[in-house]
């Protein structure tokens, strides 16, 4: 089975500080991607990341910045957190253009 | 782009069937169709996709319709672990995937 997995289940941190959240899968997939979940917003794509080293914006880039150096790991990096970046934060992973994404159990993040 | 349409809540009891619809009208034919779930604080599962042809696995089956403008998920014994969101996706533009709300399915004893 696909196994995506997230840095951590829960995180608190301050406005201002530079935040890091990591995300590793083991299927050896070329396509990652990073998503923000709020209530009745559903998911929206943060950035995505074809290959390593490649990254493009999704719908929600702002105030986000990702960093693929190695094709197992994509990490979402907040320069700047703010309070309302406070969410759930999904990462998911596939294989190529038609086959599915596979998330992990994503992170609830919160911006004190 | 194409979007989906779902109903936002059903009800299904345990052991009964449970069907999901979603609407795509504007689905284009080169646009798979996809469907997971997601029970509350856990990321979206997984459970099935399909093009134009009715597919099933170990946890569900899809039914496309010939025009492909709508498609139903079955659960075929519904249990009370299958309560979660339910989310039909068709996927656009590359690879990027567009959540909408869902379909709140709960499975009563």
């Known amino acids: 089975d696909v196994k995506v997995t997230q840095s951590s289940r829960y995180l608190v941190k301050r406005t201002g500080e530079k935040v890091f959240l990591e995300c590793v899968q083991d299927?050896?997939?070329?396509?990652m991607f990073w998503y923000r979940q709020d209530p009745g917003l559903g998911l929206r794509l943060i950035y995505f990341?074809?290959?390593?080293?490649?990254?493009e914006k999704g719908d929600i880039p702002e105030g986000y910045s990702v960093s693929r150096e190695k094709k197992e790991r994509f990490s979402l990096i907040l320069e700047s957190a703010s309070t309302n970046q406070t969410s759930m934060y999904l990462c998911?992973?596939?294989?190529?253009?038609?086959?599915?994404?596979?998330f992990g159990d994503g992170t609830r993040l919160s911006i004190l | 782009d194409a979007k989906t349409t779902q109903p936002p809540s059903m009800d299904c009891a345990e052991g009964r069937a449970a069907n999901l619809p979603c609407n795509h009208s504007?689905?284009?034919?080169?646009?798979?169709v996809y469907w997971y779930r997601q029970i509350h604080s856990q990321g979206p599962q997984y459970i099935i996709h399909?093009?134009?042809n009715n597919e099933t696995n170990e946890m569900a089956s899809l039914i496309i319709t010939e025009d492909r403008k709508s498609s139903t998920l079955i659960l075929p014994h519904a249990t009370l672990r299958d309560t979660a969101v339910y989310y039909c996706?068709?996927?656009?533009?590359?690879?990027?995937?567009?959540f909408g709300t869902g379909t709140s399915l709960t499975v009563i004893p």
């Open positions: 990341s074809y290959d390593v080293k490649m990254k």
């Open positions: 504007t689905i284009s034919g080169n646009e798979y």
């Open positions: 998911a992973s596939s294989k190529g253009t038609n086959q599915p994404q596979h």
């Open positions: 299927m050896d997939h070329e396509n």
């Open positions: 996706i068709v996927r656009v533009a590359g690879n990027q995937f567009y």
């Open positions: 399909g093009l134009k």
